[in-house]
């Protein structure tokens, strides 16, 4: 046995090395057709294998480990049309050096996700809708935390700090989220809650935000129920570089003089500094933020530590290895609700001076060994800590989560028509809290996909996961989630998609044991909750109409079953139990117009669904009906205009004050940017119109604010 | 071309004026207000009080209740007013909070009652923006305050015979009165339960006492309770003891009778209200 294992391991060790022993390299240079000047993060993959680069700083790239052949390269970054050059030869210890000219368009294409596959592939060959807030939008945004810059993302809304991709969450009080959050491809949801923490990762550190739309389980596993948000944060540079960004602002009198609870002006600023540079071989990026507010309500106030260090290097010419690790401490006022509709920016008085204080960290170690050029080994290890102590009036409390996980995937490309991506991932929980007493919790998971092109254009994908959890207490969970997914490139103007997949999100340690007072509010726990399951169905299609018009429409229908809510008892107790049966079906379009004037640019998205309670014939509590974001570009030499608009049709209902006022949540954001070389001064007005309009009852969202951002390079 | 720019901007501009049309102050108060009344000593472990109204009741979840903010604790008598829109509340009362607990609706210390029956609430209506009902006097009685306990009395609840039109919930209360009740204070009440099943079982928290009835209510549709909601009881002369905090009853059933054609009676009519066979399983 010892010695058949000794024979398998040095036989993965040697073998990859002896097939591989003479390869060739693709290397060049990315540069803008126009202007000559160079494209950072531009992605190159060759086609048919598992390799690939982003372009560097300087536009350079290189792909290494190739076997002698003939390769097909592509090309592609946002704001440019996709490169692709086919008849590639390579012969051994051969490198062949291309210069790649992109060509830009108006049109936002070329986009290369991650997370939709597990791997490196084009947006338009995603079987499921993706959405991506690309640097450039982050930028244009202009917001400190990833929250507000996702909620002008299609089809996604917030039910205070819970995301909801086509209604799929609603509102749980925070305990336990229906989509999952991903920094760089590893889960960040603290094993007690399990809930996303949006302050954790700064916009300043992030280089792009993927939103994969439906059930995402199939490769995702648990909290994948409504879809994955995966935030690939920016990458080390070998070139010293150092980003700086400041920005400081205040908010405006409430709109009514009754709400006014300060004479003191209330104020924010954030100063966000990286610095990235070769040390050694290694290219190491350190990044540090400090944010602080006044808050514009009482007891908004917040204070926050961010850091982030990256370290990568490459090992070999076949691995490469990451090392990321980052931190936040937090101490921030709370307060759950406001004292009343006469003072909406009030919370009752014996809440003022409640508060949370937190410290969050995140390890992760990741390793990519590229054996041959259709066979890559990623491991992923990772830590997550998070720690939280509240200072209630009502109550003291304090929450320690630990989560280790540890993920082997395996990416094959049997041929050029056939890829597979297989792996296993298995995640402790350990838990020692106030609230939900000590727990362990461990999920070991074992999934497959397979991706064929069948025909011209045609691709196929199939893919299943398994999911065994098992708690402390001997409650045991398992789910299989399957997937199937069909990309058609009907025309060179047209690619349809369709997709079907199942999804589950196993409860929270929050929503399984809760015992303590939340604000008041009792909760109670419920040791045998189930996982709650969906299915979720899509078609959709892509247009380019015109080189300056393209639109993609989307039918879907996700039904849930066992879903896991909140329930008020009389006594004023929320328990949470498997209550609803449930259906949200809809149409989601976008679309993108450079409607002919020069610098000028259009980007709308609208979302309708009908999300229904099966159980109750009723709308389901905290979803809208419709959602709508529109964005107007212009650009004239050195300036940027820009403004966001975002519609949110006013919730059917809600379940805690349902007879009080509701009404549609109208924002207006304004940006004017001025680029001086490498530096950017910008001023923003946030909810210019200052309209007044909650998310969840009793909880007004931020009235207008003003803001100055300074950033740029040194 | 030049001016594009600016007229965007400015456009922009405009457009930021102020919009009205979202969540406002209510333009005018409307509500009611009175005066509190307490009798008996101040609980130590009091974390708070606060107006509590209720849309129905007894209520089936939180959203019926209105809380009101918190009220000044330690004094005789206090001056009260409760801002609400327009509304018909079924119940207005005094709740009562423990240090380091939650709130809890039903922990009621006193309910307004507009005349000498204790057992129905009085009902409060303010129809319109502007009316501010005065006198809506409550007193206390903070002995009859409740600490948050294990001990209960539950059992089986049966039905035999067809549902009366109009019954929407059924609640069941245990007192601790020495023969029936003559306040709701002396009431302690079960989770309301949806109308319609052959057989459920039912659990009322209680405090540590001797109750000598449990009854069934029936409620309909938009009415609030009375002594004619009672129509299943259990009565022991002894009383069910209840020692301690962790005491539970668990066996103390319950029959609803519904007897054959009083749904046809109920159609003919309404205003009499379900017609059922109150019954008594003594010792």
């Known amino acids: 046995m010892r010695n058949r294992l000794l024979f398998w391991l040095t036989a993965a060790l040697l073998l990859p090395g002896a097939i591989l022993a003479h390869t060739g390299r693709i290397s060049g240079r990315v540069i803008d057709v126009k202007s000559r000047e160079p494209i950072p993060g531009a992605n190159v993959m060759i086609q048919g294998t598992v390799l690939g680069a982003n372009s560097d700083a300087e536009g350079r790239f290189s792909i290494n480990s190739l076997a002698p052949g003939n390769y097909e390269l592509r090309v592609s970054a946002v704001g440019y049309l996709v490169f692709n050059r086919r008849g590639i030869a390579l012969t051994a210890d051969q490198t062949v050096t291309l210069d790649v000219t992109l060509e830009p368009t108006l049109i936002e294409s070329g986009e290369v996700v991650v997370t939709a596959s597990k791997r490196r592939q084009s947006l338009e060959d995603s079987p499921t809708s993706v959405g991506v807030m690309t640097t450039r939008e982050l930028a244009q945004k202009n917001q400190v935390y990833l929250d507000r810059v996702l909620e002008h993302a299609s089809g996604v809304n917030f039910i205070g700090s819970q995301i909801n991709i086509r209604g799929s969450s609603g509102y749980n009080y925070g305990a336990g989220s229906r989509v999952l959050m991903l920094i760089d491809g590893v889960p960040v949801m603290p094993g007690d809650s399990g809930d996303i923490k949006w302050s954790m990762v700064p916009a300043s550190q992030v280089d792009h935000v993927e939103i994969v739309k439906g059930a995402g389980s199939a490769l995702y596993g648990s909290s994948a129920l409504g879809g994955v948000v995966n935030v690939i944060t920016k990458e080390a540079s070998a070139n010293p570089v150092t980003h700086v960004r400041f920005s400081a602002g205040f908010y405006d009198k409430p709109l009514y003089a009754e709400w006014r609870w300060t004479d003191r002006l209330l104020h924010f600023d954030d100063l966000d500094v990286d610095h990235s540079r070769r040390i050694g071989k290694s290219n190491v990026m350190v990044a540090l933020g400090r944010h602080q507010s006044t808050g514009y309500a009482q007891n908004g106030w917040y204070q926050r530590l961010n850091g982030l260090f990256k370290w990568q290097r490459q090992l070999t010419p076949k691995a490469n290895l990451t090392l990321s690790s980052n931190f936040e401490t937090n101490d921030n006022g709370t307060g759950l609700m406001w004292r009343s509709q006469s003072e909406a920016l009030s919370v009752a008085p014996e809440a003022i001076g409640d508060k949370v204080k937190s410290d969050k960290f995140g390890f992760n170690l990741f390793h990519r060994w590229a054996a041959s050029s259709r066979f890559a080994l990623n491991t992923r290890l990772s830590y997550f800590r998070n720690f939280w102590k509240n200072y209630f009036h009502d109550n003291l409390n304090a929450s320690q989560a630990n989560r280790i996980g540890l993920e082997i995937q395996g990416d094959y490309q049997f041929s050029n028509i056939n890829a597979l991506t297989f792996g296993t991932e298995e995640s402790w929980d350990i838990v020692e809290s106030g609230l939900v007493g000590d727990h362990t919790q461990y999920v070991i998971s074992g999934y497959i996909q397979n991706e064929r092109r069948l025909l011209a254009g045609l691709a196929l994908t199939l893919g299943a996961r398994y999911d065994l959890q098992r708690v402390d207490t001997g409650f045991q969970d398992e789910n299989l989630s399957p997937k199937v997914g069909l990309v058609w490139h009907a025309r060179p103007w047209l690619s349809l998609r369709g997709s079907s997949g199942s999804g589950f999100r196993a409860a929270s340690m929050s929503e399984r044991f809760s015992n303590s007072v939340y604000s008041g509010l009792q909760l109670i726990p419920n040791p045998d909750l189930k996982s709650e399951t969906a299915w979720s169905h899509e078609a959709g299609a892509t247009l380019i109409l015109l080189p300056m018009l393209s639109l993609d429409i989307s039918t879907f229908r996700s039904d849930y079953w066992d879903l896991i809510e909140p329930e008020p008892t009389v006594t004023q107790e929320i328990q949470f139990t498997n209550v609803t049966r449930a259906r949200i079906s809809g149409i989601e379009t976008g679309l993108r117009l450079q409607p002919g004037i020069p610098g000028l640019s259009l980007q709308s998205a609208y979302t309708w669904m009908d999300p229904r309670d099966l159980e109750l014939d009723q709308t389901l509590a905290y979803r809208p009906r419709q959602i709508s974001q529109t964005t107007l570009l212009y650009t004239a030499g050195p300036f940027e205009i820009s403004a966001d608009y975002r519609y949110i049709s006013r919730l059917d209902n809600v379940k805690l004050y349902p007879s009080e006022d509701r009404v549609a949540q109208k924002t207006l954001d304004l940006h004017l940017t001025w680029h001086y070389r490498d530096w950017s001064l910008s001023g923003h007005i946030n909810n210019a119109r200052n309209h007044n309009h909650t998310q969840m009852e009793r909880t007004l969202q931020p009235i207008r604010s003003y803001m100055l951002t300074l950033s740029g390079t040194i | ?283």
């Open chain 2, 1 to 283: 071309m030049r001016i594009a720019p600016l007229a965007l901007l400015l456009g922009l501009l405009l457009l930021a004026c102020d919009d009205e049309s979202g969540i406002k102050p209510p333009s005018q108060l409307s509500g009611f207000t009175g005066t509190i009344t307490f009798t008996g000593k101040w609980p130590e472990d009091t974390d708070q009080i606060r107006l509590a109204a209720a849309l129905r009741f007894p209520p089936s979840t939180i959203a019926d209740v209105l809380l009101g903010e918190a009220l000044p604790v330690g004094g005789d008598s206090l001056h009260y007013t409760f801002y609400t829109d327009p509304v018909a509340l079924q119940a207005v009362g005094v709740v009562w909070k423990e240090k380091g607990q939650g709130w809890d609706a039903t922990n009621i210390i006193g309910y307004y009652f507009p005349t000498e029956n204790h057992l129905t609430p009085g009902a409060v209506t303010i129809s319109r923006k502007d009316e501010m009902i005065q006198d809506i006097d409550i007193t206390c009685d903070l002995t009859k305050v409740k600490r948050r306990v294990n001990s209960a009395i539950g059992g089986m609840l049966r039905v035999q015979g067809a549902w009366p039109p109009g019954a929407s919930k059924v609640v069941v209360a245990a007192s601790t009165a020495p023969l029936l009740p003559t306040s709701l204070l002396d009431l302690f009440f079960s989770f309301p339960i949806d109308a319609g099943f052959d057989s459920t079982r039912y659990i009322i928290s209680v405090q540590p006492g001797t109750y000598k009835l449990v009854a069934a209510l029936v409620i309909e549709e938009s009415q609030s309770i009375g002594l004619e909601s009672i129509k299943g009881a259990y009565y022991s002369f002894s009383g069910i003891k209840i020692i301690n905090p962790e005491t539970k009853k668990l066996d103390v059933d319950l029959n609803l009778i519904f007897p054959a054609g009083s749904a046809k009676a109920e159609t003919r009519d309404s205003q009499t209200g379900p017609r059922s066979l109150q019954h008594r399983r003594g010792e």
